[in-house]
């Protein structure tokens, strides 16, 4: 059996991982790296995490995911000093600890795909445009220059929920509930600084503000020491702007950020910007997986659960195990 999956992050990344031993299977990553938000962005002397921060971990199956990688050091826990911000005063602050650990990747959050994804079948910088049903055997796949990428059985896509309906064709069982699933955007703004800011936190939830993250990203495990943060604007702003010059969105995050941690972030040696335009996702009502067996297509990703790292994991290992016990997707 031949699987084509869309998508290379951690719902694409573990199913592959749970099925490659029943099938031949293909990832295509329409991006030059793996784990979709679990992203790692360089320049000069500074790193920014700019898309997940951290991640905890509630379920057992998740847990027991994540403890050969920790004795690896591929993850480790981040004891940020944590504060709560309101507006621009603190309500509250405490140190994450063993209690109630966070983990990051280590050097990055893309380590821990890049170390999943070893083995895997993945070509990267390839976006597939359109899946052509072939009567004679089953899915052709092609990118956005036209080129057939191979004939599949089964296609699964990971995408974000509005994007694997656009793949995926109008008759897929669950392509309506694709469309209905909203996914919201956020901004990333990475600011790199000569000198350490002298901050009484390493992470700091923000409320009543048009920001709603900041984190010091030299401070978690292992990192270069140039003194980074990343900001993370709201969902509710990013969705008014994201149309917007990216100069006019940094101007104006730069500001809020300034007025909220007391520093003039306008010092800042480098400035950079990313837009995800579908970051998250609220909590999901519980329902069944999308597959459909009679056209051999499938969907999924963290927006089936809720738009966490866990999430993400879950939902490929939920589809994993499906097809797994499910002889008709032979």
Not at 32 to 50: I, N, T, V
Not at 130 to 150: A, H, M, Q, S
Not at 200 to 229: C, E, G, H, Q, T
Not at 274 to 284: E, F, R, V
Request: proline share 3%.
């Amino acid at each position: 059996m031949k699987i084509a999956i869309i998508g290379a992050g951690i719902s694409a990344i573990t199913i592959a991982q749970n099925l490659k031993d029943i099938a031949n299977i293909s990832l295509f990553e329409k991006s030059r790296g793996l784990g979709g938000r679990m992203a790692l962005r360089r320049s000069g002397p500074y790193e920014f995490d700019h898309g997940a921060q951290f991640f905890t971990a509630k379920t057992k199956s998740f847990k027991e995911f994540i403890e050969p990688l920790i004795r690896k050091n591929i993850i480790k826990r981040w004891d940020a000093r944590f504060a709560e911000f309101k507006k621009n005063k603190i309500l509250r602050s405490v140190t994450w600890d063993s209690e109630y650990p966070h983990y990051v990747g280590v050097p990055g959050m893309n380590s821990i795909p890049e170390y999943l994804s070893k083995g895997l079948n993945i070509k990267l910088n390839v976006k597939i445009s359109k899946i052509i049903k072939n009567t004679n055997y089953g899915w052709e796949l092609f990118d956005d220059n036209l080129n057939n990428l191979g004939e599949f059985d089964w296609v699964i896509s990971t995408a974000p929920a509005i994007q694997s309906a656009k793949i995926l064709p109008g008759y897929f069982k669950y392509h309506n509930e694709l469309m209905n699933k909203k996914m919201v955007g956020c901004f990333s703004l990475m600011l790199g600084f000569k000198k350490e800011l002298p901050l009484l936190w390493d992470a700091a939830l923000i409320s009543d503000a048009d920001i709603s993250w900041v984190s010091v990203n030299s401070s978690k495990p292992d990192r270069v020491k140039s003194f980074s943060m990343l900001v993370h604007s709201t969902n509710a702003w990013a969705e008014k702007h994201l149309s917007d010059e990216s100069q006019d969105v940094i101007s104006y995050l730069t500001k809020e950020t300034s007025e909220i941690i007391g520093y003039d972030t306008d010092q800042a040696d480098h400035v950079a910007l990313h837009a995800w335009k579908y970051a998250n996702i609220c909590k999901q009502p519980k329902s069944n997986l999308f597959i459909d067996y009679e056209n051999k297509l499938a969907s999924c990703g963290d927006w089936f659960i809720h738009g966490r790292i866990e999430s993400a994991f879950e939902a490929g290992l939920m589809m994993a195990k499906e097809i797994k016990k499910n002889n008709n997707l032979k």
